[in-house]
């Protein structure tokens, strides 16, 4: 709770940074601002059944909303080392108070008990990621992005509320427990536009997560935004919104889920499909990693689709979001880091890496083999967590589907790992890197790989 | 303990080698491997005096909540699988030593490694850590194959590596579709291979039939079994000499152990129902790669056809289900691991020597070098399996335990000694006897090493031919302890 008021006052901060003119000592108070709300919050999640009311029941944080504002904060601090070039051009207090805004959407999305922080978190959320995509204004992709990632946020934004004005009508109320104490008296007795209203929230959620259908924008807009901010997109942005998608299907609209789960079934099949088998024709890393951030969605969505109340799918999308988040921005360290010293994004970028580069590329192995589901990586536990939720369900198929679909995906996250170690670099650019991007890729492989080994640490958090 | 250290031990080694430069890679990492193999020879002592002992078994709690412990032990069975590793990995490392590779410390380092989950594969008692071991082992030979293999190595290598998670990944649903029904009166879930094992037996047919099928395919590719093959000529040919060794001499055993020791036992209903399929892939294999065998002109792409004519008979004789096919298919998986890493030496040595494969160009180098003549012939002989040779008992007795299947499944198995017999008589005529080629001009006598090699190989084969029973005995004991808990 009081990682979300720290948070805010830092988005505060930054823009009073350019009026005192202390722009230059900006990165360290986030730094240690980020780190102080992710203590604060770690020692409020060990109080036992900690639950705290804000702002008339708006606000609810309870441990699981302080597990998923656990990851947010950490994997921000992470990109926070990361994204440091980012905060050295122009527009510095701007980007600083945009991204901290962000991330008080996020922490908001991991905490709102009524439908209209929900919509705030999410507009909280995204309209700085708006601005963040089309950062680099120069640039005519950048712009695209930003255009592209507003028209259909809004488009989002737009069911979210029909959704929500259509569940207010039947329910009389916005507070989610209200709601979710209807659904469960109501016996099925609800009015057909009740269910109207939740299938439009599914589909405005689903386009926050792009997931196939609603996926379109998402490798235009992954590609065309600087590298930090797809980076921020694919991490920070996915685990707040698996977060409320979380909160939402399983918690509140778990009671009537025969009318959403055939849906997301099928969603769920389609992205997998469309997003592996785009993917391989790639030429650029950055709009693979964005198609396979689609596949890892799809991943996520089936711990929802899962449905089990005795905690067995928050810990699933917990530690996926982990795990991913962590492996990205290790993926991500090193195409900013190889993209910066090529000019080019693509597969060839990355060739005979392994030999010039071979700590680099080591860590891009194992983010490589994270992201495909190797053991004895992060990535693994992660699936094997989705599988034993999905497994007890009627949808078998899915865990099928996922297992065809995984052997294609690994073909993309190889090509990787190929062309490092198999390819010649045709031209030879030095690829250096700073101290502390090299510290970052420690931190983040040494996590990765003692998630892989020791993941107690985090599936017991809801034991 | 020891056990642990078994396992242990290979792990530290490959970090150290990692950290060697240059020539003293391949020197500390067979010293180490050396060491590896005493200590294996350690712990059959200790199993032969006391099987029961504390020091032959470990397990700590490794995710507690989900029941997975890091259990492992060793019985009659894995400790045949553990001998047979920890013996041929120093042969392995030992037969590199003519060829340069770069970077050799991480070459041997992960050689090692695969060492290290080899060994994890064959000891493991709990379902999970079987499964990590098994994709464990995937990784270094993965890396081995793509840095060090032949052209074509990074397309090839792919195909391998997809098939091969392909399958496990279908293993790793059905473990966890096992898992999920465990602790069904108790409410306790576990991974511990005896509560799977009663867990599937409290499966009705479908359920089983499912588990069957998906845990079977994992071991279907990495064996492999007709139809699941296709990645292995073109891997086998295109891996490095060691890699090829490690795959075929080794990994391949991992398939037909999981078979005996995670399938069988797990799904007695839906093995009656569906082993004839299972068999009659098998013996198909083993007819189809015999007869693609035949008229292979490449040696090394030959001796990659005839293992699977190999493991299709074991498969077979495994999954027959009874004391002489089991016990057969486990006799064969260790004379198979010994003869097929010399003929893979041969090969390479072929190759360095001449330049070619090929056995059209190849002849008369008995003419040069009668010595490397006689330990061919031994090895050759061997893998066909006369009498007296480690081959022949293994081959007996899987026929035998397939013939109490069904009478024309044994006839068609039997296939694989003629069919076996005319590919490599044949093959070795063609190399060794006959008019002096041009290539053959320059066979000279054999490296130190190689030779080495080959002695050791042929002692083995030779010693273990005319006095098997040790081997049996363990072979035996294995074999019924499975065979108690399929039956009961």
């Given amino acids: 709770m009081k990682g979300l008021f720290i948070i805010s006052a830092l988005g505060i901060l930054a823009m009073l940074a350019e009026i005192f003119k202390f722009k230059k000592l900006l990165y360290p108070i986030v730094l240690v601002g980020i780190l102080a709300a992710y203590v604060t919050n770690f020692m409020e999640w060990g109080q036992n059944n900690m639950s705290i009311t804000m702002f008339n029941n708006m606000i609810h944080f309870n441990d699981m909303s302080l597990a998923f504002s656990g990851v947010i904060l950490i994997t921000a601090f992470f990109w926070f080392i990361l994204a440091n070039d980012y905060f050295e051009q122009d527009h510095v207090t701007d980007h600083f108070a945009l991204v901290l805004f962000a991330l008080v959407g996020a922490l908001m999305l991991t905490s709102f008990r009524n439908m209209t922080t929900l919509f705030l978190g999410i ?27 507003l028209i259909m946020g809004s488009f989002a934004s737009g069911f979210l509320l029909f959704g929500i004005a259509l569940i207010y009508g039947a329910t009389g109320s916005f507070d989610l427990m209200t709601i979710r104490s209807f659904i469960s008296h109501a016996n099925g007795d609800l009015p057909s536009f009740f269910y109207a209203g939740v299938l439009m929230v599914l589909v ?24 930090v901010i797809t980076a921020l997109m694919s991490t920070i942005v996915k685990t707040a919104a698996f977060a409320a998608f979380m909160q939402l299907f399983i918690i509140i609209f778990g009671g009537v889920s025969q009318s959403w789960s055939m849906v997301l079934a099928v969603v769920i099949a389609l992205s997998l499909v469309v997003s592996n088998i785009t993917a391989v024709s790639q030429q650029s890393v950055k709009r693979m990693l964005a198609y396979s951030s689609i596949s890892h969605a799809a991943f996520m969505l089936m711990a929802i689709l899962a449905n089990t109340r005795n905690f067995g799918s928050i810990n699933a999308i917990l530690y996926y979001s982990l795990a991913y988040s962590i492996g990205s921005i290790a993926a991500f360290t090193v195409l900013y880091n190889v ?26 192995v194992i983010a490589m083999l994270s992201l495909a589901g190797i053991p004895i990586t992060a990535g693994f536990f992660a699936k094997y967590f989705v599988f ?3 497994i007890g369900t009627s949808f078998k198929w899915l865990i099928i589907l996922a297992i065809l679909t995984s052997a294609v995906g690994v073909y993309y996250y190889f090509k990787v790992i190929i062309a490092m170690y198999f390819k010649e670099e045709e031209i030879h650019e030095e690829v250096t890197m700073e101290t502390s991007h090299v510290l ?23 034991s | 303990m020891l056990v642990g250290l078994l396992i242990i031990v290979p792990l530290i080694a490959s970090l150290l080698v990692f950290f060697t430069k240059g020539n003293t890679s391949r020197t500390v990492a067979l010293g180490l491997s050396v060491v590896e193999f005493m200590l294996s020879l350690v712990v059959l002592f200790q199993y032969k005096h006391n099987p029961a002992s504390a020091d032959l078994a470990l397990n700590c709690p490794w995710v507690e909540s989900l029941g997975i412990h890091f259990a492992v032990s ?8 553990v001998l047979l590793t920890t013996f041929l990995v120093p042969l392995i490392i030992l037969s590199s030593f003519n060829s340069s590779y770069e970077k050799p410390n991480s070459f041997y380092g992960l050689i090692l490694l695969m060492q290290m989950a080899l060994l994890g594969v064959f000891t493991a008692n709990d379902g999970f850590l079987f499964y990590v071991f098994w994709e464990l082992a995937l990784i270094p030979i993965y890396f081995i194959c793509l840095l060090w293999g032949g052209e074509n190595r990074g397309r090839i290598t792919f195909k391998f590596f997809v098939y091969t998670l392909f ?17 069904f009166s108790t409410g306790i879930k576990s991974w511990a291979v005896t509560d799977l094992y009663q867990t599937g037996k409290s499966l009705n047919l479908h359920q089983q039939s499912f588990v069957f099928w998906s845990i079977f395919l994992a071991f279907g590719i990495k064996m492999p079994i007709f139809p699941l093959h296709t990645w292995q000529p073109d891997t086998y040919v295109n891996a490095p000499t060691q890699g090829t060794m490690l795959l075929s001499g080794i990994m391949l055993k991992m398939g037909t152990f999981g078979l005996i020791k995670w399938l069988m036992p797990v799904t007695p209903l839906a093995l009656a129902e569906w082993g004839w399929l299972a068999i009659a892939l098998s013996v198909f294999g083993i007819f189809y790669a015999s007869c693609i065998a035949i008229v292979q002109k490449d040696y090394k792409r030959l001796i990659a056809y005839s293992s699977i004519a190999h493991v299709g008979l074991i498969a077979a004789g495994i999954l027959s289900a009874n004391q002489q096919g089991i016990q057969g298919a486990v006799m064969q998986m260790l004379a198979h691991g010994v003869n097929v890493v010399g003929l893979f030496l041969i090969a390479d040595i072929l190759m360095r020597h001449t330049g070619t494969r090929e056995m059209e160009k190849l002849g008369g180098i008995r003419n040069m070098n009668g010595n490397f003549a006689v330990l061919f012939l031994i090895v050759m002989l061997g893998s066909v399996a006369l009498p007296l040779t480690n081959g022949f008992v293994g081959e007996f007795l899987l026929i035998n335990g397939v013939y109490q299947y069904g009478a024309w499944v044994a006839a ?3 296939l694989t000694v003629i069919l076996g017999a005319v590919y490599m008589l044949r093959s070795y005529q063609a190399i060794m006897l006959g008019e002096k080629k041009d290539s053959a001009i320059a066979f000279g006598s054999l490296e130190g090493s190689d030779k080495w090699v080959l002695y050791i190989i042929c002692a083995a084969i030779i010693a273990f031919g005319v006095y098997p029973k040790p081997l049996n005995d363990l072979a035996e004991e294995g074999t019924k302890a499975i065979l108690t808990y399929i039956n009961n």
């Fill in chain 1, 204 to 227: 405005a959620m689903l386009f926050k997560v792009s997931a196939a259908p609603f996926h379109f924008w998402a490798p235009d807009v992954y590609e065309g935004s600087p590298t």
């Fill in chain 2, 74 to 81: 060793i019985d009659a069975l894995s400790m045949l699988m």
């Fill in chain 1, 388 to 390: 034993s939720v999905l």
């Fill in chain 2, 412 to 414: 068609f198995a039997a």
């Fill in chain 1, 440 to 462: 970052l890729l420690v931190l983040t492989t040494l996590f990765t790989i003692a998630l892989g080994i020791v993941p107690n640490y985090v599936i017991e958090i809801f």
């Fill in chain 1, 123 to 149: 507009e909280i959320l995204s309209i700085p990621m708006y601005v963040l995509a089309a950062s680099r204004k120069r640039d005519l992709a950048s712009n695209e992005a930003g255009f592209k990632y």
């Fill in chain 1, 339 to 364: 993209s910066k010293a090529k000019n080019s994004s693509n597969f060839e970028a990355f060739n005979g890496l392994g030999k010039r580069h071979p700590f680099m590329a080591a860590c891009m």
């Fill in chain 2, 167 to 183: 399958g496990s990944l279908f293993m790793l649903v059905g473990l966890i579709y096992l898992y999920n029904h465990t602790g």
